[in-house]
C-alpha cells in the first residue's frame, strides 16, 4: 500500500525554534541514522552544549547557519510513518530571508506558524502568516514554542491564542486553524504527549500531521490543464508519431475525449495517452506523459490542453499578487520574462495598485514602488496571450515568477488574483 504524502512548512520568526522543532520531530520518531546523530552531538559539544544534543542541526545544513545559528536558505527533510510520507520544509525566520520562505511554502498542504510564548505574535510571525494564507495553504498549525520558559503556564497559552485568533480573522485562504502549545526543546506535544500541560487536551503536532484532511485540495479534482512541454517529434525516422509531451497540472484526461488547445485555438479527440511503461486509458494530475491526437494541429511549448467546456481564461492582461524578491525596486514600466507553466513571454509592469502592511493587513493605496519582501497588487501586460486561471482555483495555472531579462534571477513569484478573468482577450 502506499502511504499518501503531505507536504508542510514551518514559519514565524527568527529564534522562535523552527528548525529545533523539525530536530524534535524527526529525532523522536526515530527517523535519525546513527551517523547523523553522531555528527550532531560532535557538532553540538564544539558549540558548549555540555552534553545536550542541538537539534536544529539536522535541518541547519550550510557552514553560515551553523556558524551564526539561524536558517538562511530553505531546508528539506523527508520522513514516513506508518500512516504517512512527509516531505517539510524549513524555512528562514529573518525579514531579508522572507524571500526563501515563498519558495519553501509554494508547494505546502499545512503550514506551522511558531510563536515564541515569552515573545508573543510578532510582526515577522503575522507576515508568514499572511503569506502562507496568500499562497493558499488550507491547513495551519499555530504552535506555540517555548512553553517550559513561561513555566507550562495556561493563561499565557490561551493569551496567545486569542492574539492570533485576532488577527487571523482577517486571514482569506485558510480553511482551518488549530492551535498546540509545545516545547521543541524538551519535546513536549511533539511526538508524545506532554505531562506538564495537562489542560491541553488536543492533538500533538505529529498526530495532527498524520491525520490532517487535505483531499479537498487534490489537484485530480480540478479541472483538466496540461502544459505542453515538448513537441515530441521521433529521430528513428518515424514520420507519423507526433506527440505533445508533459505532466498534468490538474484534472484528469481519457483516450478519446474531446479537447480543445488554447490560447491558439483547434480541437481534437485524444488518440492515445503514452507512458514509458505503455499506453493509458486515463491519466490524473500529477502523471508526466505524451498526448496524441486524432488530428493535425499546430501546437507548440507552452499551450495548454483542456476540455473544451472547462477552458482556462486567456487573456495579454493580468492583476497579480506580487511578493518581490530583488533589492532592486519594481516600478511601474519595469520590463521582465515571465514564466508561466511551460510558457514564457515578456511582461511589463502596467501599474502599481497597492501594498500591504502584513502588520495590520491594511492597503497602501497607488503605490510608486515595491522593495525587497514587499507584497502588493499589479497590472500586468504580456507579450502574448496566456492561458490561466485564478491562483485561489488553481495554483498551478494562476503563479507565475518574474524573471530579470539581463541577469536571469527570479525577482518576484505572483499569484494571479480572483478577478483576473476579466482580463481582455488579444
Known amino acids: 500500500m502506499t502511504l499518501d504524502l503531505l507536504r508542510f512548512t514551518t514559519a514565524g520568526s527568527v529564534d522562535d525554534g523552527k528548525s529545533t522543532l523539525i530536530g524534535r520531530l524527526l529525532y523522536d520518531s526515530k527517523q535519525v541514522f546513527d551517523d547523523q546523530l553522531a555528527h550532531v552531538a560532535e557538532a553540538s559539544e564544539r558549540r558548549g552544549g555540555e552534553g545536550t544534543l542541538d537539534l536544529a542541526l539536522l535541518t541547519d545544513g550550510l557552514r553560515a547557519e551553523r556558524e551564526q545559528g539561524i536558517t538562511i536558505d530553505v531546508a528539506y527533510r523527508y520522513f514516513a510513518t506508518p500512516r504517512r510520507r512527509f516531505i517539510i520544509a524549513d524555512c528562514p525566520g529573518h525579514q531579508q530571508y522572507t524571500r526563501n520562505m515563498v519558495t519553501g511554502a509554494s508547494t505546502a498542504d499545512v503550514s506551522v506558524v ?134 498534468l497540472a490538474s484534472g484528469a484526461l481519457r483516450r478519446g475525449e474531446e479537447i480543445a488547445v488554447v490560447p491558439s485555438g483547434g480541437r481534437s479527440r485524444i488518440a492515445a495517452i503514452d507512458t514509458f511503461d505503455g499506453q493509458l486509458e486515463e491519466a490524473s494530475a ?34 497579480a499578487d506580487i511578493c518581490w524578491m530583488a533589492t532592486d525596486l519594481l516600478r511601474p514600466g519595469g520590463k521582465y520574462l515571465l514564466k508561466h507553466t511551460s510558457r514564457t513571454v515578456t511582461a511589463v509592469i502596467d501599474g502599481l495598485e497597492d501594498l500591504l502592511d502584513t502588520h495590520s493587513l491594511e492597503r497602501i493605496e497607488a503605490p510608486t514602488e515595491m522593495g525587497l519582501n514587499d507584497i502588493g497588487r499589479a497590472r500586468l501586460r504580456t507579450s502574448a496571450p496566456l492561458a490561466f486561471d485564478p491562483y485561489s482555483s488553481n ?12 541577469t536571469n534571477a527570479t525577482v518576484a513569484a505572483g499569484m494571479i488574483a480572483q478577478d483576473a478573468s476579466t482580463a481582455r482577450a488579444d
Open 286 to 319: 500529477p502523471m508526466s506523459f505524451t498526448l496524441r491526437l486524432e488530428d493535425e494541429l499546430d501546437i507548440s511549448r507552452g499551450e495548454l490542453i483542456c476540455h473544451p467546456d472547462e477552458a482556462p481564461s486567456v487573456g495579454r492582461e493580468l492583476r
Open 114 to 247: 511558531l510563536l515564541d510564548a515569552r515573545r508573543g505574535v510578532l510582526e515577522q510571525s503575522k507576515r508568514h502568516a499572511f503569506i502562507s494564507a496568500l499562497l493558499g495553504i488550507p491547513e495551519m498549525v499555530v504552535a506555540v514554542n517555548k512553553m517550559d520558559l513561561v513555566d507550562y503556564s495556561e493563561d499565557r497559552y490561551a493569551e496567545l491564542r486569542a492574539e492570533f485568533e485576532g488577527y487571523a480573522e482577517k486571514l482569506d485562504g485558510v480553511k482551518t486553524i488549530t492551535y498546540i502549545p509545545l516545547s521543541a526543546l524538551n519535546g513536549d506535544n511533539v511526538v508524545t504527549r506532554s505531562a506538564q500541560m495537562p489542560w491541553y487536551d488536543g492533538p500533538v503536532l505529529l498526530d495532527h500531521l498524520e491525520n490532517v484532511e487535505v483531499a479537498y485540495d487534490h489537484p485530480g479534482e480540478k479541472p483538466a490543464r496540461f502544459p505542453v512541454q515538448w513537441v515530441v517529434r521521433p529521430s528513428n525516422g518515424d514520420g507519423d508519431y507526433r506527440g505533445y509531451a508533459g505532466q
Open 395 to 406: 495554483r498551478r495555472t494562476g503563479s507565475f515568477i518574474l524573471i530579470d531579462e539581463s
